[in-house]
């Protein structure tokens, strides 16, 4: 079956990062997913018993919005996305960090992660059938004690069966406990009556 993201992209990386820039251009802050990681890693909820610069994998990085922030901020950073049009954009605007084209589910990556982070509705746009096969992928690139998170609409689209207790039995099932869950990436409180979750689980 072939990927819904590459099925129904049509903007080009330029096209992806405009919105983001003008909102940024006028005075908003654009980057509430780094933020909120950059917390994470100095949080308890962090026990890689790692010191900094932790390491991040932006699991799906798009055009790298979220991975060039935080490394301005410090942060190691690899990314890795199926659509070389998005890398292009990402690699363009930050060729010193570290961009992987793959997929999630079958990626051969290097070294161990403080934090994998699958941002921007990355679950949901998984090739159906590959969500277990990319968690237990992911995760044996994951530190003991590191934090998976992943967040995503919790009304998907028809090509995904993807619920948020399916997606919890999925992480259970991968050795992962979960943390913390919030309804933004501002840690706003999560109902059940929500339609977005981000979820924070630590192996």
């Not at 654009?30 to 932006?58: M, W």
């Not at 992660?113 to 990319?134: K, R």
């Not at 979960?178 to 977005?196: G, I, K, L, M, N």
Request: hydrophobic residues 40%.
């Amino acid at each position: 079956m072939q990927n819904p993201w590459l099925a129904t992209r049509t903007r080009t990386g330029r096209e992806y990062d405009a919105p983001y820039e003008e909102r940024a251009n006028a005075g908003f802050d654009v980057h509430g997913e780094a933020t909120l990681i950059e917390n994470l890693l100095h949080s308890k909820f962090n026990q890689t018993k790692s010191a900094p610069p932790y390491r991040i994998l932006d699991a799906g990085c798009g055009t790298g919005r979220m991975s060039i922030e935080l490394a301005r901020r410090g942060i190691e950073i690899v990314g890795v996305d199926l659509d070389e049009v998005m890398l292009k954009q990402a690699r363009a605007k930050a060729p010193e960090l570290e961009w992987h084209l793959g997929d999630l589910s079958t990626i051969t990556l290097n070294g161990l992660f403080d934090a994998i982070v699958l941002a921007g509705n990355v679950m949901i746009f998984l090739t159906p059938g590959t969500e277990a096969a990319t968690l237990t992928n992911l995760v044996q690139y994951l530190k003991p004690g590191g934090l998976l998170v992943a967040a995503f609409e919790l009304t998907p689209p028809a090509w995904t069966t993807l619920t948020l207790p399916v997606y919890d039995q999925l992480t259970a099932t991968v050795g992962l406990s979960q943390v913390a869950r919030w309804s933004t990436w501002e840690q706003a409180p999560w109902t059940s009556r929500d339609r977005y979750a981000v979820s924070v689980h630590r192996k």
